[in-house]
């Protein structure tokens, strides 16, 4: 089945065709595409906030499911909820909740409107650029439970965050690059307007008492900038050679430092040349690249973050035949848990009572819930999904392992080893050049003229430094990251332009990143008289008893008739139930077509006969035989062929590692114009492919959505995660996609060739000019007037040549959703 | 151009009240959240304010 008509009011995504539920918005009815959309967007209009839907610029996420208002009862509870959150004046208490699904202004606008609505609420503070809000609310007027009841009603799902929030010192961490991005910009400003005059006044002939006040005052306005705005790069540069390694921050602290120094002796002195302009200018443009670059980190969150959102922060414990709910945190080995059905695992442990089927998809990739009888083990950040199961602790806190994975992944993305190599070879290979070319001057110097030898080496160094280094590589890179944030592509780490621009080959994860990676009904086919829309509604009926991922398929009729009553699980088969006086089973072929009374050759018919692979099949049956089957199937994100096709043109080949089916990665690979793929991988076996894929000589860029994809990610040369994939996933990542789609994919690379050509350009252009001006002036050949000029235009040129590239590409793709994606930017 | 020795100190204080501005809204949050105060003025507010506010609040 296809898209047909327009797509859902709430979540945009295409309505199955003959699905029929309709949302009362504003007195009329909007097409939606499941039960999950129908009731957040109800309750959205209904709670007055309706203009929501007229303020968005992009479209909301799916609501899979109705809201379950018994997920949140444990925050109910005041003792609990006493030690989950921090006291306030007054009596009340404050929490921050991470909100899944926040996408845009319009979104934290609902957030904030919809809990000041309720009363008992103090304050909301609502960032979108964080996806964060904090809640201060008055526990004697309202339960903090029925807040998050509220923002999972309105289709953003809250995460509320333990303890002393990293949120604070990422605030505190921008709110100190912002000032010493101010003081830089405010000395730049003023420091070119003295510099202008000092120009000029070298041409027509100046008061040499108003020069010198005018170097002075330079150097007073440069004071702070190199002080206090260029601190972190010092810093940056004195870890590094701790570390007794050379970073980026070591040539550029080394051009600040001899450039400024140079420029106060020489203003003191009264002689030479002054480079003041130049070193504000640095500053500034290098301290506004690391800007842009530290916001597009904090909105990528932290591995604290991705936690929160993987596991509970609540238990419920069974102690001497009580049951209590408990903080996470307090769980002890050997503790008794009850998970209810939809619950996640809050720690690792093994299974006491109950036949249980858990998703695990979350740490093997494997789509299909894995049986759990009693005693075998469960592990933190799964889910739930079969009968409530009674488990016995095993391993808490930092033991279980998803605190495992994520704790690797901590330590990876403090080392980052590949990045850093990558940056540090072309920073130590520059440095190289420069100190030697210096040391040349020096030696030809101290044989001609000692006198001369140290001005001379030294003048080298100030102008190599800030004018090739400074602006040619960081006014581009500001430019293209700013620009690529503007389509919502976030970069959390800008070397990833320069790797990604000699990228030879893309490894996919299939689920996620090619498909959508939500399961849906893509076909039906029927026997005899039965039309589809009843085939659908029936199965729909008896697929919401279930919890099972292949139920999400079934988006609901909404129509009061097709009730099923008397619905059996049979696990691993299939559902049997009754609908209107009808026995039916949906299942698989065999346990569809096997009702008692059904004959034994069940309906041969040739439609339902060749619908082969098992997987993708779930079939429909009564007395009569097989009445109908639907092909599942996750379906192929509209934009992946052009994407793939687009990739290819650019000389970049795809290439799926996938842990899915080989049949089912096949279908993909084929749909999307892939040649090469490999099915069934577990994410070991993908980082084997993509080191032997580096071994020949490739620069992988991996894109990847789930947990199980973070080690690959991690192996690869550039990773881009998905929008709304795992928070893990998106820790891991250099690029992240935050409109979810492929279309920005071949654009990003295509921008970061033209960066990588802007850059070389203005390397180019600053050491030729250099080359140039520099032995013509020292030998007295350029009058100074002429090199004030050249100097100025030569960091115009550069300037400019950068900003083309915040401009659009001339392929611009036209946006998927007619946004202004400028907010989610920020 | 003596002007100039008393223009340029001038000058420079105003920028040092521009940057003592700028670091006070800084440190007051003001730039913490650029996206979302502007959608405020869009919407028709027909909702009363908040009626919990704490000041409210000590005074019954």
Redesign the interface.
């Given at each position: 089945m296809s898209a047909a008509g327009a797509p859902c009011f709430h979540c945009g995504e295409p309505i199955p065709r003959g699905l029929v539920i309709h949302a009362r918005v504003a007195g009329r009815d909007e097409p939606v595409c499941c039960h999950g959309c129908k009731a957040v967007a109800e309750f959205i209009t209904g709670a007055g906030l309706g203009d929501y839907y007229r303020y968005r610029d992009t479209a909301s996420t799916r609501a899979d499911e109705p809201p379950r208002p018994d997920r949140w009862a444990a925050y109910d509870r005041p003792e609990l909820v006493e030690r989950l959150t921090r006291a306030e004046p007054g009596g009340a208490r404050s929490i921050t909740v991470l909100l899944e699904g926040l996408r845009c202004a319009a979104c934290s606008w609902l957030a904030d409107k919809a809990l000041s609505l309720q009363s008992g609420v103090l304050d909301v503070s609502v960032n979108p650029a964080t996806a964060r809000a904090r809640l201060v609310w008055d526990p004697a007027k309202v339960r903090l439970g029925d807040l998050l009841r509220v923002l999972e009603h309105v289709g953003l799902r809250p995460h509320p965050l333990a303890g002393e929030p990293s949120e604070q010192l990422a605030l505190l961490e921008r709110r100190a690059a912002l000032k010493r991005l101010a003081v830089a910009g405010f000395g730049n400003m003023q420091v070119m307007m003295f510099a202008v005059p000092l120009y000029f006044g070298e041409a027509q002939g100046m008061d040499p008492a108003m020069r010198e006040y005018m170097r002075l005052v330079s150097m007073l306005v440069s004071v702070p900038v190199a002080l206090y705005a260029g601190w972190p790069f010092y810093q940056g540069a004195w870890h590094a050679l701790r570390a007794r390694s050379v970073s980026m921050d070591v040539p550029v602290s080394l051009g600040i430092v001899l450039a400024f120094v140079a420029s106060v002796w020489n203003a003191l002195t009264g002689r030479g040349e002054v480079y003041f302009d130049s070193v504000t200018m640095f500053v500034f443009f290098l301290g506004l690249g690391r800007y842009i670059e530290m916001i597009a980190r904090h909105r990528a969150g932290s591995v604290a973050d991705a936690l929160a959102r993987l596991a509970p922060m609540t238990a419920r414990r069974v102690r001497g035949g009580v049951t209590e709910d408990v903080q996470a945190l307090e769980l002890a080995v050997g503790d008794e848990i009850v998970v209810r059905t939809g619950e996640v695992f809050p720690a690792d442990g093994a299974v006491v009572e109950g036949e249980g089927r858990v998703d695990e998809s979350m740490l093997t990739g494997e789509s299909t819930a894995a049986p759990k009888p009693p005693g075998s083990r469960v592990h933190q950040g799964t889910h739930n999904l079969g009968a409530p199961l009674r488990v016995r602790v095993g391993a808490v806190a930092g033991n279980t392992v998803l605190s495992g994975i994520i704790a690797l992944l901590e330590r990876a993305q403090a080392e980052r080893p590949r990045l850093a190599k990558a940056a540090d070879r072309a920073a130590a290979w520059f440095l190289g050049r420069i100190l030697v070319g210096a040391a040349l001057v020096f030696a030809v110097w101290w044989f001609v003229d000692p006198g001369r030898a140290f001005p001379a080496a030294l003048a080298v160094l100030v102008v190599t430094c800030p004018c090739a280094l400074s602006l040619a590589t960081p006014t581009a890179l500001a430019a293209a990251t700013s620009s690529l944030a503007r389509r919502g592509i976030l970069v959390a780490h800008t070397d990833a332009i320069e790797t990604l621009s000699k990228a030879t080959h893309v490894l996919w994860d299939k689920t996620g990143t090619l498909t959508k990676g939500l399961v849906r009904v893509e076909e039906v086919r029927c026997a005899g008289d039965v039309t589809a829309t009843q085939a659908l509604a029936w199965a729909t009926a008896l697929e919401q008893m279930s919890e099972h991922p292949i139920a999400r398929a079934f988006p609901g009729s909404g129509a009061a008739t097709d009730r099923a009553t008397e619905v059996e699980v049979c696990a691993g088969r299939g559902l049997e139930g009754r609908i209107a006086e009808r026995r039916l089973r949906i299942g698989t072929r065999a346990f569809a077509a096997g009702l008692p009374g059904a004959p034994a050759a069940a309906a041969e018919d040739g439609s339902l006969a060749e619908a082969g692979s098992r997987e993708s099949w779930v079939y429909l049956g009564d007395r009569t035989g097989l009445l109908a089957a639907f092909r599942l199937t996750d379906p192929l994100r509209a934009e992946a062929r052009d994407c793939v096709a687009r990739l290819a043109d650019l000389g970049l080949p795809s290439e799926i590692v996938s842990g899915d089916e080989a049949s089912a990665v096949a279908r993909i690979a084929e749909r999307c114009g892939i040649e090469r793929h490999s099915a069934r991988l577990a994410p070991r076996d993908k980082l084997g492919r993509l080191k032997a894929l580096q071994g020949e000589g490739a620069v992988v860029v991996a894109v990847g959505d789930g947990i199980n994809d973070a080690p690959l990610l991690r192996g690869a040369d550039v990773a881009i995660a998905m929008g709304r994939g795992s928070a893990l996933a998106q820790t891991s990542a250099d690029l992240i996609l935050v409109r979810d789609s492929l279309e920005d994919l071949p654009h990003t690379i295509e921008l970061a060739r033209r960066t990588q050509r802007v850059v070389r350009q203005n390397l180019a252009w600053s050491i030729a000019y250099n080359l140039a001006a520099l032995p013509l002036a020292a030998l007295g050949y350029v009058p100074p007037w002429l090199a004030a000029i050249g100097m100025s235009l030569s960091s115009v040129v550069v300037v400019l040549n950068a900003m083309r590239l915040s401009r659009g590409s001339p392929r611009q793709p036209r946006p998927r959703w007619p946004a202004a994606p400028e907010a989610e930017a920020a | 151009?003596e002007i100039?020795?008393v223009m340029?100190p001038l000058?420079?204080v105003l920028?040092g009240f521009?940057?003592w501005a700028?670091?006070w809204a800084?440190?007051d949050g003001q730039?913490?959240?650029?996206?979302?105060p502007?959608?405020?003025v869009?919407?028709?507010d027909?909702?009363p304010p908040?009626?919990?506010?704490?000041g409210k609040?000590?005074n019954t």
């Open positions: - | 151009m100039l020795y340029i000058g420079l920028v521009g940057l700028f670091f800084t440190g730039f913490d959240d650029l996206d979302s502007g959608w405020t869009l919407e028709d027909q909702t908040r009626g919990d506010q704490p609040d000590d």
